[in-house]
């Protein structure tokens, strides 16, 4: 079984600029989390989606977006880019979202933001 | 609201203990433990439901204290591919299934 994946895996953006990031889970899985990862400050919650929709979300500015679409492949959106937006993003998938589900990470995108 | 984890950082010489610690402000429901290395994927450890379990795999074990809205994570007898970063995630009891991560614990085991 395929594992998360993350696309792209690098990215480099300029300040103002959106971007949008890709997560597919493993098959059958229908939850979809997005985390943040900078150092020092650990894995900031985003947002989960579970069959389409979005489920809880964390304290971020509504320039981080995202969606899931009907075969569980979630994007994440950021607009008008900040430098403070340079980070790590992970996805993390599990069967049913509930809370005796370990969750499977991605690799991650690697944001730079210039 | 994000658990707080202690120490922050920690090395280790190899065969030697730790236990790494997770502090929540609010009741907790469940408690995940992952482990990730440098470069990599969080990798999960174990997760320890509301209950004060205590849960084991090979010589890492955790525990779970309720009342304390704590999580205890110890590493026994350090081996090298120990090192990496420690997170606990945590979920409270009205969270709806949202998983918040501490700030993490870095470990580095010596030879």
């Known amino acids: 079984k395929a594992g998360v994946t993350q696309t792209p895996r690098y990215l480099i953006k300029t300040r103002g600029q959106q971007v949008t990031l890709s997560c597919s889970p493993i098959?059958?899985?229908?939850?979809v989390s997005w985390y943040q990862q900078t150092p020092g400050q650990g894995l900031q919650f985003l947002f989960e989606?579970?069959?389409?929709?979005?489920?809880n979300k964390g304290n971020f500015p509504g320039r981080f977006s995202g969606r899931q679409f009907s075969n569980s492949r979630s994007e994440m959106n950021v607009s008008t880019l900040e430098l403070g937006d340079s980070a790590l993003y992970l996805c993390?998938?599990?069967?049913?979202?509930?809370?005796?589900?370990?969750?499977?990470f991605g690799s991650g995108t690697q944001l730079s933001v210039l | 609201q994000q658990p707080v984890q202690s120490p922050q950082a920690v090395i280790l010489r190899e065969g030697e203990d730790a236990v790494i610690n997770c502090s929540s402000s609010?009741?907790?429901?469940?408690v995940h433990w992952y482990r990730q290395k440098h470069g990599e994927a969080p990798v999960f450890l174990m997760i320890?439901?509301?209950?004060?379990e205590q849960k084991g795999h090979e010589k890492i074990s955790a525990s779970f204290n309720e009342k304390k809205q704590q999580s205890s994570l110890y590493l026994t007898a350090s081996q090298l591919s120990y090192s990496g970063t420690y997170f606990c995630?945590?979920?409270?009891?009205?969270?709806?299934?949202?998983?918040?991560f501490g700030g993490g614990t870095r470990l580095m085991v010596k030879p």
């Open positions: 993390a998938s599990r069967p049913g979202g509930s809370t005796n589900e370990k969750l499977f």
């Open positions: 098959s059958g899985h229908r939850s």
């Open positions: 989606y579970f069959s389409e929709t979005q489920r």
């Open positions: 609010k009741a907790l429901y469940s």
């Open positions: 320890l439901l509301k209950g004060g």
């Open positions: 995630g945590t979920e409270g009891n009205n969270a709806g299934n949202m998983l918040t």
